[in-house]
């Protein structure tokens, strides 16, 4: 059974800083492409964060030079350090594991952990 669970939630002051950490399980971690998702109530449920299986990363315009991502396959866990918060970061944060493969697609997310902004 695969699980991907997701932590680190929780409120801060704007300008604050937050750590989100998912471990998976059940899947050769290791073989995945990860990603941070987010979304917002009345919102679209955007991509904030990706990074290959190899290693390379890619962010949201919006969050560029405020968070980074970085994964440790040897604890199935990836993180995402999020500094300088703004209100407007407030979501749903979801971790997201994908595979594609000759043709085959494996596609896995977490149940998401609530990142609240406000002063």
């Known amino acids: 059974q695969v699980q991907l669970v997701e932590s680190g939630g929780g409120l801060v002051q704007p300008g604050g800083s937050l750590r989100l950490t998912c471990v998976g399980s059940?899947?050769?971690?290791?073989?995945?492409?990860m990603g941070w998702y987010r979304q917002a109530p009345g919102e679209e449920h955007d991509l904030v964060a990706r990074?290959?299986?190899?290693?390379?990363?890619t962010f949201l315009d919006s969050v560029k030079g405020r968070f980074t991502m970085s994964r440790d396959d040897g604890k199935n866990t990836i993180y995402l350090q999020m500094n300088s918060l703004k209100v407007e970061d407030t979501a749903v944060y979801y971790c997201?594991?994908?595979?594609?493969?000759?043709?085959?697609?494996?596609?896995?997310w977490g149940q998401g952990t609530q990142v609240n902004v406000s002063s």
């Open positions: 997201n594991a994908l595979r594609v493969n000759n043709g085959d697609k494996w596609d896995y």
């Open positions: 059940g899947i050769a971690f290791s073989d995945y492409d």
């Open positions: 990074i290959s299986s190899e290693g390379s990363t």
